[in-house]
């Protein structure tokens, strides 16, 4: 049976009733720097819809007020004030907004070049984070782009600005060595047959301990984090490899195609064989 999702087609509406305040990296050399596609602010209302069956760049969206509807991970979500999104690349990304609401918002896009960018760093997150403080870096950098002198330190500061406050989203595991030790220790190795019992033993904590630690930082336990991390790897090579999906499957830690299948479809929304005809497309 087809997923609704398998029936997305790449879409960009944004509509008479919606404005938006974007710097594009050919606006300004600091984003290219930190390997940063586009940014931008926007004040949306129906028709405004995006659908990104293959998502290049990583893309970190902040609700700012109002209310939205986000894809992610498979599932669709309301975004309110104060929720904050990251969805990795190679991923089935889409937004849009909603009738009788506007929808404030802001967002960072990375090129494919980024290290945000890279399979493997990150599975997708959408947790309560005030966006505000990104929003006045990125209009910040607007303005001097568009209605300053474009001056290449002040352009500098204000994209340190905005990865500063990313990394606060992104990257609060980094600060645990412990979460630290067991995603590099599984990262490299998804296709081994990790336990909750190995991960504790690297971690060098209680297996209940582990799963506290790791639903405080990700929102998931670590046997959850794994299976994201693994899907992601998997849509990165069924979006730049030949290979079949058998070993693809075998690749991520799967002795059985159908159960591969079956868990890359409830994660992604679509069935490994549409995401990679989509992402040929």
Partial sequence: MASEHEYLSETHIVGDDTQQ????????????????????????????????????????????????????????RTMRRNMTSFAPAHGLHAFHAVPGSRWQYCWVRYLPS??????????PIMQHFDPEPMKHAILGLYSEVFHGQGDPASCAMWGDTIESYIS????????????????????????????????????????????????????????????????????????????????????????SPFAFSKTFKRMKGVSPSHFRHHSRD
């Avoid at 050399?29 to 760049?57: F, K, M, N, Q």
């Fill in 168 to 255: 606060r989203f992104a990257d609060p595991w980094r600060r645990d060595a412990r979460i630290v030790a067991v995603f590099d220790a599984v990262t490299p190795t998804l296709e081994k047959h990790w336990t909750i019992e190995e991960m504790a033993d690297i971690a060098h904590v209680s297996s209940e301990h582990l799963r506290r630690i790791s639903r405080k930082v990700f929102g998931r336990s670590p046997m959850q984090q794994l299976t994201q991390l693994r899907m992601q790897h998997a849509a990165h090579l069924l979006a730049t490899t030949g290979l079949p999906v058998e070993e693809i499957a075998l690749r991520v830690g799967y002795q």
């Fill in 114 to 123: 980024a290290p945000r960018s890279v399979v493997g760093t990150i599975a």
């Fill in 21 to 76: 305040w974007i710097v594009r990296v050919d606006d300004c050399p600091a984003l290219r720097e930190r390997h940063i596609s586009h940014v931008g602010v926007g004040d949306a209302a129906v028709p405004y819809r995006i659908v990104r069956t293959r998502l290049s760049g990583a893309y970190i969206h902040g609700s700012l007020g109002g209310e939205g509807r986000m894809l992610l991970d498979g599932d669709w």
